[in-house]
């Protein structure tokens, strides 16, 4: 990512996607960020290495997720990457997020969550 290079948070059915790399430049990674058409709540941030490989992701506003096990897990959940299973299983949202209903505050703390050193600028529109 270029330090100075601004992003536009979606739209409403939106997304965006935003390059990283490490400290030392050796991996890439990307940050999306997706919004709801319908639902104005609806979001997802997501951090993915190597193209595919979701690392965490915070689903905000949607159905409940059923975890491989049966268990149903309400929104706002946070996947986290476990090997053997992706991202396929979702946990409450921690006491790292402290405000599940400020999507623009999620973000923040998620780019916190997935240390994020040099957070990209992100413009918020008028439903972000």
Known sequence: MIRSERFTYPSL???????????????EFNLDITHGRIELKKNTFQLRAHR????????????PHRNPDGEEMPCPHLHVYREGHGDKWAIPLSNQFSNSTNTWQILHEFMDYCTVITKPIILQELFT
């Open 13 to 27: 059915g939106g997304a965006l996607r935003i390059p990283l790399h490490s400290v030392a430049m050796r991996e």
């Open 52 to 63: 595919a490989i979701v690392l965490a992701r915070i689903d905000i506003g949607g159905a």
